[in-house]
């Protein structure tokens, strides 16, 4: 009985530390692979060069006290499905560094603050923040659910490979100024970010190879799928997010 007992406990302790393991994919890069892990909702990670890039870590979707420690945490915007203290905490270093909006610095009081449009080297990685922001969807007072210049999203180059994470955004102008994207994660969620048809005519403007809805809650990504059906030179992945 009692083998049969540890047995069990084996199993179990296997099944749960297996669901604390993101959904990845894998990526070959001119300087080594890189590792986008899928955490949940608008959280991701990425792992390159022995080095760990947290972007917008959330406690509601993960344990992050057993995720890996963060080299370099990417903060969008100060919602709190985005700055999540207990998230950062858990996954903080000594000497971790934080790209972070103006907005951000004065609630956590740390970090480097970047803003759109600017550029800046971390763990020698250039990263560009770029707009994100709502035109149409608006709070009951008329103010954007996201208004333009408080927020970022985030062009990282890992060598030869270029990654946009969108954060809480629309199909914005600036979108069709974007040049060769390999890798775009762009938010689906009503009433804050984007139908999927907003999605769709984001992807058309700046074609990247690869498209990833994120933070796309209940919206059916099978809509995603049909309207992109036309358009052969985005691929899109969908996972759990």
């Known amino acids: 009985m009692l083998k049969y007992f540890f047995l ?67 903060i969008t915007h100060e919602h709190r499905d985005h700055l999540d203290t207990i998230a950062l905490n858990a996954i903080m270093k000594e000497n ?23 550029k800046t080297e971390m763990l020698g990685l250039p990263i560009e923040a770029v707009p994100a922001y709502n035109i149409v969807h608006k709070r009951d007072n008329g103010q954007p659910f996201h208004p333009k210049g408080a927020g970022n999203g985030y062009v990282i180059r890992f060598a030869d490979l270029k990654v946009y994470v969108g954060a809480d955004t629309e199909n914005i102008p600036e979108m069709a100024e974007l040049q060769d994207i390999d890798v775009a994660f762009l938010p689906m969620n009503l009433p804050y970010t984007m139908t999927p048809e907003m999605v769709a005519m984001a992807a058309k403007s700046f074609k990247p190879g690869i498209l990833y809805p994120y933070h796309f809650g209940q919206t059916n990504t099978a809509e995603l799928v049909k309207l992109l059906a036309d358009t052969p030179e985005v691929e899109l992945r969908i996972r759990k997010f």
């Open 8 to 74: 069990s406990f084996f199993i179990f302790s296997f099944v749960m530390l297996n669901a604390q393991i993101p959904e990845k994919d894998f990526f070959e890069t001119a300087e080594g692979p890189l590792e986008i892990y899928f955490v949940g909702h608008g959280s991701l990670y990425f792992s390159f060069m022995g080095k760990i890039i947290h972007v917008d870590p959330y406690s509601k979707v993960a344990d992050y006290a057993r995720l890996p420690k963060a080299d370099l945490i990417l």
């Open 96 to 118: 971790t560094q934080v790209l972070l909006t103006e907005i951000c610095f004065g609630i956590l009081h740390k970090g480097e603050v970047i803003r759109n449009g600017e």
